[in-house]
């Protein structure tokens, strides 16, 4: 990994918390300002304050990469995402609910065991189960990001690193907040840029760095434009041990800053497990501790590939 990435693994690892996120943002500022890479932060006030880092310009550039820098709170179980397999994911979600509630039931027993009435008791079982929720979001952080999404961050500063200046004027690179909170950072990047991205294809990297098998899941309108789109297969093929798994949006569940980007594409490395398909597990727990560099290289080496396809 380049300088810069080491010493996000190293000092940054946990970006959750306004002190947390805003020692990260200055730290890759001032380090990427020596190499003439310019971030700048885009603030949004309200009930979760939010700071997305930009760079480039968004209206003109040919391309928007993204990834989310904010980091999760720690589970006691990981969060299984299996994106071509929308009955396991669904199911986790749901076994995932049921197992709130039934925690739940605890205080709302104690209440009826004390006297309280049908009306209390199911106040004080809704009361925990959105209780439990926050903490799910809200709780102590994860002192454990390599994948989620150390990873999606170290491709984008490799890529910024490694490009020429030429290839820098074609993109925007957005470090989003507040994707673990509700795609937050992403909306109100679409919200201020709505007219300028309509056409603009979107790529976004989240949890790339534990797997061989590397989902680029396209929206119908990115693989309707046939020229970028077999660019895109071209740039990412079958090598150095890598399969990539070009899907449609629509058939895989993978739930990230690039919903409601018209022109977009999600990029997850998965494992090919036995029974479930393509997966990826030991996210949001102290287990998401790889972060094969030689992931990162497969991904700026395609970026490259694909952004200096015309002109280089």
Request: with cysteine; proline share 4%; hydrophobic share 45%.
């Amino acid at each position: 990994m380049t300088e810069l990435c080491t010493k996000v693994v190293r000092e940054h690892m946990v970006r959750k918390g306004q002190k947390r996120k805003q020692a990260f943002r200055e730290m890759v500022k001032a380090a990427l300002r020596e190499k003439g890479v310019f971030f700048r932060e885009e603030r949004a006030k309200g009930l979760i304050p939010n700071a997305n880092l930009v760079f480039g310009n968004v209206r003109t550039a040919e391309f928007i990469l993204g990834a989310h820098y904010d980091t999760c709170a720690e589970l006691p179980f990981p969060n299984f995402v299996a994106p071509l397999n929308w009955t396991a994911s669904v199911a986790f979600q749901l076994l995932i609910y049921a197992a709130l509630c039934a925690a739940a039931l605890v205080p709302a027993g104690i209440a009826r065991l004390l006297g309280a009435g049908p009306v209390a008791v199911s106040a004080v079982f809704r009361i925990a189960v959105a209780a439990l929720i926050i903490w799910m979001i809200a709780g102590p952080a994860n002192p454990s990001t390599m994948n989620d999404n150390t990873s999606g961050v170290a491709v984008l500063l490799t890529l910024l690193e490694r490009m020429t200046p030429k290839q820098r004027r074609r993109v925007a690179v957005v470090l989003f907040d507040n994707e673990e909170v509700g795609l937050i950072g992403s909306a109100l990047f679409r919200r201020k840029y709505r007219k300028a991205i309509r056409e603009k294809p979107m790529i976004n990297l989240d949890c790339v760095g534990d797997g061989r098998h590397v989902l680029f899941a396209a929206s119908r309108s990115y693989r309707e434009d046939e020229a970028l789109y077999g660019r895109t297969r071209d740039a990412f093929r079958n090598e150095d041990g890598f399969s990539p798994l070009h899907v449609r949006a629509g058939s895989a569940l993978y739930p990230s800053d690039q919903f409601g980007f018209p022109k977009s594409v999600a990029v997850a490395a998965l494992h090919k497990t036995k029974f479930l398909g393509y997966a990826l597990g030991r996210i949001h727990t102290r287990r998401d501790t790889v972060l094969d560099e030689k992931n990162i290289e497969y991904l700026v080496e395609g970026l490259l590939k694909l952004i200096g396809h015309e002109d280089e």
